[in-house]
Nanobody, 124 residues
Framework: QVQLVESGGGLVQAGGSLRLSCAASGRTFSSYVMGWFRQAPGKEREFVAAITRRGFITYYADSVKGRFTISRDNAENTVYVQMNSLKPEDTAVYYC?????????????????WGQGTQVTVSS
Protein backbone atom coordinates (compact mmCIF):
# COMPACT_ATOMS: atom_id res chain seq x y z
CA GLN A 1 0.00 0.00 0.00
CA VAL A 2 1.26 3.45 -0.95
CA GLN A 3 -0.26 6.73 0.10
CA LEU A 4 0.49 9.80 -1.99
CA VAL A 5 0.09 13.41 -0.92
CA GLU A 6 0.54 16.26 -3.40
CA SER A 7 1.42 19.82 -2.50
CA GLY A 8 2.64 23.00 -4.13
CA GLY A 9 -0.36 23.99 -6.19
CA GLY A 10 -1.68 27.52 -6.31
CA LEU A 11 -2.47 30.55 -8.41
CA VAL A 12 0.19 31.89 -10.75
CA GLN A 13 0.27 34.29 -13.67
CA ALA A 14 0.93 33.12 -17.17
CA GLY A 15 4.65 32.73 -17.73
CA GLY A 16 5.25 31.91 -14.09
CA SER A 17 6.49 28.77 -12.42
CA LEU A 18 5.38 26.28 -9.78
CA ARG A 19 6.91 23.15 -8.35
CA LEU A 20 4.60 20.38 -7.28
CA SER A 21 5.67 17.74 -4.80
CA CYS A 22 4.23 14.33 -4.10
CA ALA A 23 5.26 12.61 -0.89
CA ALA A 24 4.81 8.85 -0.69
CA SER A 25 4.45 6.66 2.35
CA GLY A 26 6.05 3.28 2.67
CA ARG A 27 9.50 1.86 2.18
CA THR A 28 9.10 0.65 -1.39
CA PHE A 29 8.91 3.98 -3.22
CA SER A 30 11.77 3.01 -5.51
CA SER A 31 9.71 0.04 -6.74
CA TYR A 32 7.25 2.35 -8.47
CA VAL A 33 7.23 4.23 -11.71
CA MET A 34 5.79 7.62 -10.83
CA GLY A 35 3.57 9.75 -12.99
CA TRP A 36 1.84 13.10 -12.99
CA PHE A 37 -1.58 13.55 -14.53
CA ARG A 38 -3.98 16.46 -14.67
CA GLN A 39 -7.66 17.06 -15.14
CA ALA A 40 -9.17 20.34 -16.20
CA PRO A 41 -12.85 21.15 -15.62
CA GLY A 42 -15.03 19.36 -18.13
CA LYS A 43 -12.12 17.44 -19.59
CA GLU A 44 -10.77 13.95 -19.21
CA ARG A 45 -7.73 13.24 -17.12
CA GLU A 46 -4.55 13.43 -19.18
CA PHE A 47 -0.98 12.27 -18.82
CA VAL A 48 1.62 14.91 -18.02
CA ALA A 49 4.90 13.16 -17.22
CA ALA A 50 6.41 9.96 -15.87
CA ILE A 51 9.73 8.90 -14.43
CA THR A 52 11.25 5.46 -14.09
CA ARG A 53 12.08 3.88 -10.77
CA ARG A 54 15.62 5.18 -10.46
CA GLY A 55 14.87 8.41 -12.26
CA PHE A 56 17.10 7.70 -15.23
CA ILE A 57 14.37 8.08 -17.87
CA THR A 58 11.57 10.61 -18.11
CA TYR A 59 8.60 10.96 -20.41
CA TYR A 60 6.42 13.96 -21.19
CA ALA A 61 3.23 14.82 -22.94
CA ASP A 62 3.85 16.94 -26.01
CA SER A 63 1.89 19.78 -24.46
CA VAL A 64 4.38 20.20 -21.61
CA LYS A 65 7.63 19.07 -23.20
CA GLY A 66 10.34 21.67 -22.74
CA ARG A 67 8.41 23.45 -19.98
CA PHE A 68 7.91 20.79 -17.29
CA THR A 69 10.56 18.65 -15.62
CA ILE A 70 9.78 15.58 -13.55
CA SER A 71 12.27 14.33 -10.97
CA ARG A 72 12.35 12.10 -7.93
CA ASP A 73 14.28 11.68 -4.71
CA ASN A 74 14.04 8.06 -3.60
CA ALA A 75 15.75 8.82 -0.30
CA GLU A 76 12.96 11.27 0.47
CA ASN A 77 10.15 9.21 -1.11
CA THR A 78 9.17 12.24 -3.16
CA VAL A 79 8.49 12.98 -6.80
CA TYR A 80 8.42 16.50 -8.20
CA VAL A 81 7.32 18.31 -11.28
CA GLN A 82 8.85 21.69 -12.01
CA MET A 83 6.48 23.68 -14.20
CA ASN A 84 7.86 26.69 -16.05
CA SER A 85 6.38 29.05 -18.62
CA LEU A 86 2.93 28.20 -17.39
CA LYS A 87 -0.04 28.87 -19.64
CA PRO A 88 -3.74 29.31 -18.81
CA GLU A 89 -4.38 25.96 -20.48
CA ASP A 90 -2.23 24.31 -17.80
CA THR A 91 -4.97 25.09 -15.28
CA ALA A 92 -6.13 21.79 -13.78
CA VAL A 93 -6.06 19.57 -10.75
CA TYR A 94 -2.74 17.78 -10.80
CA TYR A 95 -2.42 14.23 -9.50
CA CYS A 96 0.56 12.05 -8.85
CA UNK A 97 0.28 8.32 -9.33
CA UNK A 98 2.37 5.24 -8.64
CA UNK A 99 2.71 2.19 -10.88
CA UNK A 100 4.33 -0.93 -9.51
CA UNK A 101 6.91 -2.35 -11.87
CA UNK A 102 9.48 -1.12 -14.34
CA UNK A 103 7.35 -0.13 -17.31
CA UNK A 104 6.12 3.40 -17.66
CA UNK A 105 2.70 4.19 -19.02
CA UNK A 106 0.65 7.21 -19.97
CA UNK A 107 -2.58 5.35 -19.31
CA UNK A 108 -4.01 6.31 -15.96
CA UNK A 109 -5.76 2.98 -15.46
CA UNK A 110 -2.37 1.28 -15.34
CA UNK A 111 -1.39 3.15 -12.18
CA UNK A 112 -2.05 1.51 -8.85
CA UNK A 113 -2.17 4.41 -6.41
CA TRP A 114 -3.27 8.03 -6.67
CA GLY A 115 -2.99 11.14 -4.60
CA GLN A 116 -5.86 13.47 -3.82
CA GLY A 117 -4.72 16.16 -6.24
CA THR A 118 -3.60 19.76 -5.99
CA GLN A 119 -5.12 22.68 -7.86
CA VAL A 120 -3.03 24.72 -10.26
CA THR A 121 -4.59 27.87 -11.69
CA VAL A 122 -2.80 29.97 -14.27
CA SER A 123 -4.24 33.41 -14.90
CA SER A 124 -3.85 35.22 -18.19
Amino acid sequence: QVQLVESGGGLVQAGGSLRLSCAASGRTFSSYVMGWFRQAPGKEREFVAAITRRGFITYYADSVKGRFTISRDNAENTVYVQMNSLKPEDTAVYYCAARLGSTWSEAGYEYDYWGQGTQVTVSS
